[in-house]
Nanobody, 122 residues
Framework: QVQLVESGGGLVQTGGSLRLSCVAS????????MGWYRQTPGNQRELVAS???????DYADSVKGRFTISRDNAKNTVSLQMNSLKPEDTAVYYC????????????????WGQGTLVTVSS
């Protein structure tokens, strides 16, 4: 069993900053791509940022230049530094990872965190 546990959400004013963190634990042989998604009521979950094991990152256009994703492969963690926050960044943010559970299992398992709420007040 693999779990992703997020932390760092909360309430912040427009222009402020927050840092989200996520740690993967459980039966893990290796972690492939990791990322952050967000979702607002009535809308589909959307990709915010992703990062490969080699550190190559990708961002949604709406957050480029404001958000930075990073990871620590040794600790199986991924973080999202969010600066210059806007009210439209308000959402539940979910950590996502593709995990290989065992050296004997080649298939990657997609795992989601429980979500953490980020609220940006105007």
């Amino acid at each position: 069993q693999v779990q992703l546990v997020e932390s760092g959400g909360g309430l912040v004013q427009t222009g402020g900053s927050l840092r989200l963190s996520c740690v993967a634990s459980g039966s893990i042989f290796s972690v492939d791509n990791m990322g952050w998604y967000r979702q607002t009521p009535g809308n589909q979950r959307e990709l915010v940022a992703s990062i490969t094991t080699g550190g190559r990152s990708d961002y949604a256009d709406s957050v480029k230049g404001r958000f930075t994703i990073s990871r620590d492969n040794a600790k199986n963690t991924v973080s999202l530094q969010m600066n210059s926050l806007k009210p439209e960044d308000t959402a539940v943010y979910y950590c996502n990872a593709f995990v290989r559970a065992s050296v004997n299992i080649m298939k990657l398992l997609e795992v989601w965190g429980q979500g953490t709420l980020v609220t940006v007040s105007s």
